[in-house]
């Protein structure tokens, strides 16, 4: 018997590593294109930046999974990079537009965000100026209006990338404890058990 797909939507900021995301998920899947339901409308220079990143978003792809004798299939989207450029607002306000309209049908959100972006040193009067005693999370622009709207919602997960990058020591567990009960995962690259773990969330949340 063939379960109805889940709408599992990604989104992040340009360069937040969402597209790579998607498709290391793709590869350890069983997957097919699907059509893409909303196309978005542009003035020139919105356009003209749109199609700049055009080929850094991955077209939907309907994924089955599996566990033993049980199959889940969801249909994921990637959707477009978001900016916090002032001088791009007209772009980015038709972005988000068009990204809160998947957000709106979607069944699950992913949110991608780079951590070398989002987590922050955390100074102490026992250490240095040039010395940080953690890093914690401090969302700003578009991020920050994700997880506003997303955090309510039952079915959120969050995917911290490019923590290799980081060059302060840092603990996951103090970043969990910031997000209280919004599952976070944390990405090098794409390893492969990384993106396990994110096929977890999603498997348990559909």
Known sequence: MNRPCSEVVVVGKARSGKTSLCRALA??????????????????????????????????????????????????RDTQSLVDDPELEGVRRESLAHTLRLLLQAEIIIHVIDATRALRPQRSIYHSEKEASGLHLQLEGVDLELYEY?????????????????????????????LGKIPVVFLQGTEDKAIDEVKQHVWRLA
């Open 27 to 76: 590869k350890t899947a069983e997957s097919r294109r699907v059509s893409h339901p909303y196309p978005i409308r542009a003035t020139s220079e919105q356009q003209r930046w749109l199609q700049e990143h055009a080929s850094e978003q991955m077209e939907p792809m309907e994924l089955t999974l599996k566990k033993g004798f049980l199959q889940k299939r969801w249909i994921l």
């Open 150 to 178: 997303a955090k309510s919602r039952r079915a959120y997960l969050i995917v911290m990338t490019k923590t290799e990058l980081l060059k302060v020591k840092w603990k996951k567990r103090d970043i969990r404890k910031s």
